[in-house]
């Protein structure tokens, strides 16, 4: 799956606190174990966001955004803490001399994509009142593009991400005999991601990034012990990521770096 969890377990060692075949979880943190351990630091763009109840964790990466995703499970710098686990760092593309982009679009699920899925329900399943597969609809769209505002000088990229399932609950949604759903248990990820880099001489550059992410899910928790909308909660979860930063070579033995963060997310249900 197109997530931060999915891409580190395909590591030795590293596995999901529960799967995540194709993505069909990616709207609610699966999770990862490394070692026995599921405590993780999680970096976005060489920032910590994090906090002392891991809200950092319920930051869905833009996946398009990502360069490189590098994951340490044992012998971690002095700087990083934490007791054991993993320890996540989200390297992002970023603007260059030549334009570059690209675009991803994957779907599945019932109805008219009835051709992309398979169906692994048998009658003895029916009789017992199962008439559907769990996944009725998932859909992920990713675009980026950076490039040169001015040539060796002045550079920006951006990226967008809109990931959304349906699915049918069990104890929550009824599937109609026409196939319809009532009460479908919906599901929606949005990035915006954003960045500039300025070379102001030879030796100091200036750089900054905004990347936005919201969940939505209008029913959380539905299921038996929550059969009726009433009865679920309204996620709708923005959560904003903001980094200045200045590099500047002082000497051939000094470097110094000034950067500048805000992590801010908001949860009413």
């Known amino acids: 799956s197109r997530t931060i969890f999915g891409s580190t377990t395909v590591l030795p060692g590293m596995t999901m606190a529960r799967q995540d075949p194709g993505g069909l979880n990616a709207a609610t ?3 990862m174990v490394a070692h026995g351990a599921s405590n993780y630091n999680l970096n976005y763009y060489g920032v910590t966001a994090d906090t002392p109840q891991n809200y950092g964790s319920m930051y869905y990466m833009d996946f398009g955004s990502a360069e490189e995703i590098s994951v340490d499970t044992a012998a971690m710098g002095a700087e990083v803490g934490g007791g054991g686990g993993a320890n996540i760092n989200v390297i992002p593309k970023s603007g260059g001399n030549n334009l570059k982009g690209s675009a991803y679009y994957s779907m599945t699920g019932k109805g008219y994509w009835d051709h992309f899925t398979g169906n692994n329900i048998t009658d003895g399943l029916r009789a017992q009142g199962v008439t559907d597969p769990t996944l009725r609809n998932l859909r992920d769209f990713n675009v980026d593009v950076g ?52 070379q102001v001489n030879k030796n100091n550059t200036v750089s900054a990034f905004w990347t936005y992410n919201r969940k939505f899910q209008p029913h959380r928790g539905a299921g038996v012990t929550q059969p009726l909308p009433q009865g679920t909660l309204h996620q709708e979860s923005p959560k904003n990521l903001i980094n200045g930063n200045w590099t500047s070579v002082m000497g051939q033995n000094t470097f110094l770096e000034v950067s500048s963060t805000y992590f801010h997310m908001h949860w009413p249900s």
């Open 29 to 31: 943190s699966t999770g």
């Open 147 to 198: 490039g040169p505002i001015m040539k060796d000088r002045l550079w920006y990229f951006g990226s967008f991400r809109n990931y959304s399932t349906v699915d049918a609950t069990a104890g929550y949604t009824v599937v109609n005999s026409d196939g319809s759903l009532t009460n479908p248990f919906d599901s929606n990820l949005r990035n915006y991601t954003t960045s500039g880099k300025y």
